[in-house]
């Protein structure tokens, strides 16, 4: 599902430069995906619990996460123009166009690049747990530290 996911954001990355949020869409085919599978091993005479709402959450999550790293990553915007060819079709002499400004990104530098970049929005919702969290909306509850949450209230 992130793999189709992703290629839908690319394509629309480099041909609009624009990315619908896609969250709906990844649920319901993660649904689809779940059932198909359970009720497939079912015919197969495997055992198997039905799938629950959490798995279908984490299975949505992952999907959003793929395309979220490939479009967030710059896969369909700057990465591209980093490459020293890219640097030579701009021309060596335009202005701002240093010489050596460019890097030729290699694999392990991008999964660096992916790694850092994947941890900023982690890092940065850390110190927000301790703003607000003080009301019972979706995000503060999300916010909260573990010794904090109390029982749903519903």
Same mark, same amino acid.
């Given at each position: 599902?992130?793999?189709?996911?992703?290629v839908?954001?690319?394509?629309?990355?480099?041909?609009?430069?624009?990315?619908?949020t896609?969250?709906v869409?990844?649920?319901?085919?993660?649904?689809?995906?779940?059932?198909?599978?359970?009720?497939?091993l079912?015919?197969?005479?495997?055992a198997?619990?039905?799938?629950?709402?959490?798995?279908?959450?984490?299975?949505?999550?992952?999907?959003?996460?793929c395309?979220?790293i490939?479009?967030?990553?710059?896969f369909?915007s700057? $990465? *591209?123009? #980093?490459d !020293?060819?890219? %640097?030579?079709?701009?021309?060596?002499?335009?202005?701002?166009?240093? &010489?050596? @400004?460019?890097?030729?990104?290699?694999?392990?530098?991008?999964?660096g690049?992916?790694?850092?970049?994947?941890?900023?929005?982690l890092?940065? $919702? *850390?110190? #927000?747990? !301790?703003v607000? %969290?003080?009301?019972?909306?979706?995000?503060?509850?999300?916010?909260? &530290?573990? @010794?904090?949450?109390?029982?749903?209230?519903?």
């Amino acid at each position: 599902i992130g793999v189709v996911y992703t290629v839908i954001v690319m394509k629309l990355s480099l041909t609009t430069g624009l990315v619908p949020t896609l969250n709906v869409s990844a649920a319901l085919l993660a649904f689809l995906a779940l059932r198909g599978w359970t009720h497939a091993l079912h015919r197969l005479g495997i055992a198997c619990r039905p799938f629950t709402r959490q798995e279908n959450t984490v299975v949505q999550t992952c999907a959003v996460a793929c395309y979220t790293i490939g479009f967030g990553g710059g896969f369909g915007s700057f $990465l *591209l123009g #980093l490459d !020293k060819k890219t %640097y030579e079709l701009s021309g060596v002499n335009t202005p701002g166009n240093v &010489p050596g @400004s460019y890097k030729d990104p290699g694999i392990g530098w991008m999964m660096g690049f992916l790694l850092a970049i994947s941890f900023v929005g982690l890092l940065t $919702l *850390l110190p #927000l747990r !301790k703003v607000q %969290y003080s009301t019972n909306d979706p995000i503060s509850m999300l916010l909260r &530290p573990p @010794s904090v949450l109390s029982p749903c209230p519903w």
